[in-house]
């Protein structure tokens, strides 16, 4: 734990790498392998025959495609309608000045505040008489709720954070405010507004509380689907080909935070 | 009036109209349906109107079953969050004070777990330690014999948890680190201070607050975790997650269902004012500075 010495191996780093990489790489790349096997028999060590054999199976199953296509009509839709509820509140919260408005504005956080599924339990009951459950406007509702938060909080911080000054010198040079707006405050936001988007999509598609409470069993997403594979146990690799599929969305997320959301930012955002 | 004062008041109507739909959507959504399940398991309408009536609690609080349920899960909490911290604290303190090529890998494979959905990590768990898994193969190539799965034992989730909470449990943690400063440090290191003394007098009390928010918001996750219980750990005793699912879907008992949403929000009362609370101060704090 020494900062000064650079020429010192970093024998507590090198024991951590060694570490965490078999315990958190080393189960991924156990799912890889059996998404490419097609023969793998206890007890050896690694498949005794490879291929894309259940890569077939997976897409040719009509289930795969109703649920993939479900997750990706939700995730459109909560997150179309999600922006534009919250991205014009947040604009809202950030520039200008009303009656309750930091009331309003942490009235967000009551969705941290509480344990979700009890929530979604107390939601559902509700939905029950309404007869919302089964249906895929349900599942959207309740999904949308879980947007809100992160969906107010990152872009209201964006447009916080915009130098006022270029957006007054644009407006000495005679630019009107909607102008404005588009040309020089949208901009600079904009990375975090992706930002949240991506979190928004990325966190609807992979939902699975909600969409199995609410949409149970008409609706049904990749996640409950997958579910339902690791519960029947049906042939192996095909759990192990839809994690390959599922973990694309994840994938463009990690990229995404990478470029705009530092983990120092995501913790501070967290409360820490 | 003048004019700039009637401008702000048109200014302020529509801001309150552009927040208008979220907030309506949280008072509807959220702050309704906990006033509902309060108000609904608490009053009984009988012949003769309706009564304040504690039956649905005194059923949950007697039944064997139910208070099983609960155990278990405020077991698998507490062991879940000791693991977690025990694992997490030290490699915070490690990325707060290294840097360097490792210390990025380190970083880099702490945050990893953030990007793997819980359902890939529930099956990779079932092919990494349950029976006939990779470790029983590794274990059985040099002739030893299988490990005793912690699949469907209640160590199941709690290996999850783990997993899954670590990225921001670190996270949480290096941005309370981030308020040790190295001269502290290196002042206390001046003075004589051993690697002990520098973590229990300088490092542990800078990061205490950080510590309860972590915690925090494990507790809040676990409490309602569905997905590992659900697959990875024993039917019976199950943990809220799934009792509630199930009470709400297969017994079809709603009234009991919300009964135990509205106790897992009592239990859980703390951690969310403690969570909230912090996340709070952490924006006016930005905002002022």
Redesign the interface.
């Known amino acids: 734990?020494?900062?000064s010495e650079?020429f010192r191996p970093?024998w507590?780093?090198?024991a951590?790498?060694v570490t965490?990489?078999i315990?958190?790489?080393?189960?991924?790349l156990?799912?890889g392998l059996?998404a490419f096997a097609e023969q793998w028999r206890?007890?050896?060590?690694l498949p005794q025959q490879w291929g894309l054999r259940f890569w077939h199976q997976t897409l040719a199953r009509p289930d795969v495609w109703t649920a993939l296509r479900t997750s990706l009509q939700l995730s459109f839709v909560v997150t179309l309608i999600s922006a534009a509820?919250?991205l014009?509140?947040a604009?809202?919260?950030a520039r200008?000045?009303?009656?309750?408005?930091d009331m309003?504005f942490?009235?967000?956080?009551?969705?941290?505040?509480?344990?979700?599924?009890?929530?979604?339990?107390?939601?559902?009951?509700?939905f029950?008489s309404l007869g919302l459950v089964g249906t895929f406007w349900g599942v959207a509702?309740?999904q949308?709720?879980n947007t809100?938060m992160f969906m107010?909080w990152i872009p209201t911080a964006a447009f916080?954070a915009i130098d006022r000054k270029l957006e007054e010198a644009a407006r000495d040079v005679g630019a009107g405010p909607i102008r404005v707006f588009w040309s020089v405050t949208l901009p600079q936001a904009l990375p975090a507004i992706v930002a949240a988007i991506m979190l928004t999509f990325v966190g609807t598609f992979?939902e699975?509380?909600g969409a199995?409470?609410i949409g149970?069993p008409h609706v049904r997403t990749m996640?409950i689907l997958?579910?339902s594979f690791?519960?029947n146990q049906l042939v192996?690799q095909l759990?192990?080909v839809l994690?390959v599929l599922?973990?694309v969305p994840?994938?463009i997320?990690?990229l995404a935070?990478r470029r705009y959301l530092g983990?120092?930012g995501?913790?501070?955002g967290?409360?820490? | 009036m003048s004019i700039s004062v009637a401008q702000?008041r048109g200014?302020?109507?529509?801001?309150?109209l552009?927040?208008l739909?979220?907030?309506a959507?949280?008072?509807t959504?959220?702050?309704?349906?906990?006033v509902?399940?309060v108000m609904d398991t608490l009053i009984v309408t009988g012949p003769d109107g309706a009564s304040l009536s504690f039956a649905s609690y005194r059923f949950f609080f007697t039944d064997a079953h139910s208070m099983g349920n609960l155990r278990i899960t405020i077991w698998t909490t507490a062991v879940s969050v000791s693991i977690l911290m025990a694992i997490a604290i030290p490699?915070a303190?490690?990325l707060r004070?290294?840097?360097?090529r490792?210390?990025a890998?380190?970083?880099a494979?702490?945050?990893?777990?953030?990007?793997?959905?819980?359902?890939?990590?529930?099956?990779?768990?079932?092919?990494?330690l349950g029976p006939?898994?990779?470790v029983?193969?590794?274990l059985?190539?040099f002739g030893l014999p299988r490990i005793r799965s912690p699949y469907l034992t209640p160590w199941g989730p709690v290996i999850g948890f783990v997993?899954d909470n670590?990225p921001?449990s670190v996270?949480?943690?290096?941005?309370?680190l981030?308020n040790v400063t190295?001269n502290a440090v290196e002042a206390a290191r001046d003075v004589g201070a051993g690697?002990f003394a520098i973590l229990f007098h300088i490092i542990l009390p800078r990061i205490w607050l950080?510590i309860l928010?972590?915690t925090s918001?494990v507790v809040?996750?676990l409490?309602?975790?569905?997905?590992f219980p659900?697959?990875l750990g024993p039917a019976a005793p199950e943990m809220?997650?799934p009792f509630?699912?199930r009470t709400?879907?297969d017994v079809m008992d709603?009234v009991q269902?919300?009964t135990?949403?509205?106790i897992?929000?009592l239990i859980?009362a703390v951690f969310?004012?403690f969570?909230?609370r912090?996340?709070?101060k952490?924006r006016a704090r930005?905002?002022a500075a």
């Open positions: 734990m020494r900062t650079p970093d507590i780093g090198l951590l790498v965490l990489s315990v958190i790489i080393g189960p991924m156990v799912v059996w206890y007890p050896s060590l509820i919250c014009p509140a604009y809202a919260f200008m000045k009303f009656w309750g408005r309003f942490l009235s967000f956080l009551s969705i941290q505040a509480f344990p979700r599924f009890g929530l979604l339990i107390t939601i559902a009951t509700i029950l509702i309740i949308l709720v809100l107010i916080q992979y699975t509380e199995w409470l149970a996640p997958m579910i690791i519960n192996i759990g192990a994690s599922l973990w994840s994938f997320f990690l935070a983990p120092q995501l913790g501070r967290l409360g820490g | 702000d200014r302020g109507q529509t801001g309150l552009l927040v739909l979220p907030v959507l949280v008072a959504l959220i702050i309704w349906p906990i509902r399940a490699i303190i490690y004070f290294v840097t360097g490792t210390a890998v380190v970083q494979l702490a945050i990893f777990p953030l990007f793997v959905p819980s359902i890939i990590l529930a099956y990779a768990f079932i092919r990494v006939n898994g990779m029983d193969l590794i059985g190539s997993w670590l921001l996270v949480i943690l290096m941005a309370g981030s190295n690697k950080s928010v972590a918001f809040l996750g409490f309602s975790a569905f997905t659900y697959l809220m997650g509630m699912l709400f879907g709603p269902a919300r135990q949403a509205v897992t929000f859980c969310g004012w969570y909230v912090s996340i709070a952490n930005r905002e």
